[in-house]
């Protein structure tokens, strides 16, 4: 029976090879990670002594398309690396000659850097604001669509914003 020091030494040089994805149509990209327990107490003693300095956990990114439920690139990291900072090796994990319509993801991924990487491929943004969003000068890249998307929720609401725009069927259809 394999334990957990034979499977990590064999997942190491371990190379996953995602299917081919549907040439000549567009994609309808949606963003997430997860989190996975390498190594830490099991969830009995930490509700009776509390957590350790132990615990080593990895986060999973995905990208998904939307309209077809298939993973499209895939990320291993370290637990301490944020989601909006991996989209650009996701999107190289993505023939170029694939077009791309629209990345989504959650509020984790409104930062300036993601704009940029969903404007390097010619896609258009479907993330809401975070709370509190401010304006981008709009020499930043995917300035218009964020300020565009900041202006109708301080006319409206966050929800009737969602209702009114592609964010909908994004979200309910992210991994």
Known sequence: MPNYTTLS?????????????????????????????????????VRKRGYSKRRIWRKVHLTMDAKTGQICAALITHQDIGDA???????DQIPTDVPIDTIGGD????TKQYHAAIATRGALP????????????????????CNEAIYAI????RR?????????GARSSSP
């Open 85 to 91: 900072d991996v989209l650009p090796e996701l999107l």
């Open 126 to 145: 479907s993330i809401p604001p975070r709370e509190g969003a401010m304006p981008w000068p709009e020499s930043t890249s995917g300035a218009a669509w």
């Open 107 to 110: 509020g984790a991924y409104d």
């Open 154 to 157: 301080s006319q409206s609401s």
């Open 160 to 168: 009737e914003w969602k209702k009114s725009s592609a964010i909908t």
């Open 9 to 45: 030494r064999r997942a190491q040089p371990l190379n996953v090879v995602l299917p081919a994805l549907r040439s000549g149509e567009s994609l309808h990209l949606v963003a997430d990670s997860t989190s996975v327990k390498l190594y830490g107490e099991d969830e009995w003693k």
